[in-house]
């Protein structure tokens, strides 16, 4: 499926989608009567509680946010009761909305600098890998190998998990525990890169791979949610090592602008722990 990013539109339906989600009520508005021709609040009440002209709102909600002052959009941030990612998002469109359009560029492909494979395969206590903001897996340790391996199972390559959750539906409902979080977190995140570079040929295709092969990819990708994806916890069933409940550290990497290291760990009092022996035992003889 051919998908075409364009930022004003991306504009226009993000903002559009936080603006219905806020009621008079939550904004600290008053209500007169109850019937409300619009869900969440009104254009013009964006307005006037953001500081700005009805005329001026309109024109940032029809995509136009090119030379839109930071106090503006932290006001219009504020309004709209956004999280740090969906704050994040909007300045990113901003940015993106001055720039010039032209043509979908392909990306260099990423590389992964001898010196950061030595890192990973340093860590021998823990699944660890790199991968860029398309969720390309560009680098592991011998154990990340060993956790990842049904994603690795496709062969293809870079392997990229995202494409494995939504066009490996059965495997990946087997491997991962929560995978209904797992699917709104990787649209969330994709979405969130779309943001920074809605010009990135790979990526664009990517989601249209993933548009064109999964529903619930189009459902999720449609309603315009954003995610930082710094930390958190992952619980998977490995077809070797059982159940293993991990945290997460998600980092990026200053020196290589767009990877991110990804570390997984656990209690080393916990039942996860005697399983990532197992799982590292297995590993080495595989």
Do not use: C
Request: avoid cysteine; hydrophobic fraction near 40%; charged fraction near 25%.
């Amino acid at each position: 499926m051919a998908v075409t990013i364009n930022v004003r539109t991306e504009i226009q339906e993000f903002l559009r989608s936080r603006r219905s989600r806020i009621t008079p009520d939550k904004a600290g508005l008053p209500t007169y009567g109850g019937n409300r021709r619009v869900k969440g609040l009104r254009r013009e009440e964006v307005a006037l509680l953001a500081g700005v002209s009805v005329d001026y709102y309109v024109r940032m909600e029809r995509g136009a946010l090119a030379g839109t002052s930071e106090g503006v959009l932290d006001a219009l941030a504020s309004v709209l009761q956004l999280d740090d990612a969906e704050r994040d998002h909007l300045f990113h469109l901003a940015r993106q909305s001055g720039a010039p359009t032209g043509r979908r560029r392909p990306r260099p492909t990423a590389t992964v600098r001898p010196a950061l494979q030595q890192v990973l395969d340093a860590m021998t206590d823990a699944p660890a890998w790199i991968r860029n903001g398309r969720h390309d897996v560009l680098a592991m340790n011998r154990l990340g190998r060993a956790l990842y391996s049904p994603v690795l199972a496709d062969p293809r390559r870079p392997a990229n998990t995202v494409r494995f959750v939504y066009l490996n539906p059965d495997a990946a409902k087997a491997f991962f525990v929560d995978y209904d979080q797992i699917t709104r977190n990787a649209a969330a995140t994709l979405r969130m890169e779309i943001g920074r570079d809605p010009h990135d040929e790979e990526l664009v295709d990517l989601v249209g791979e993933l548009s064109a092969g999964s529903e619930l990819f189009r459902q999720q990708w449609a309603s315009q949610d954003v995610r930082l994806h710094g930390h958190g916890s992952k619980r998977v069933n490995h077809p070797v090592a059982g159940r293993l409940d991990l945290d997460f550290e998600s980092m990026d990497l200053p020196t290589d602008p767009g990877l991110q290291l990804n570390v997984y760990t656990a209690p080393a009092d916990g039942p996860t722990a005697g399983n990532l022996a197992l799982l590292a035992s297995w590993a080495s003889g595989s």
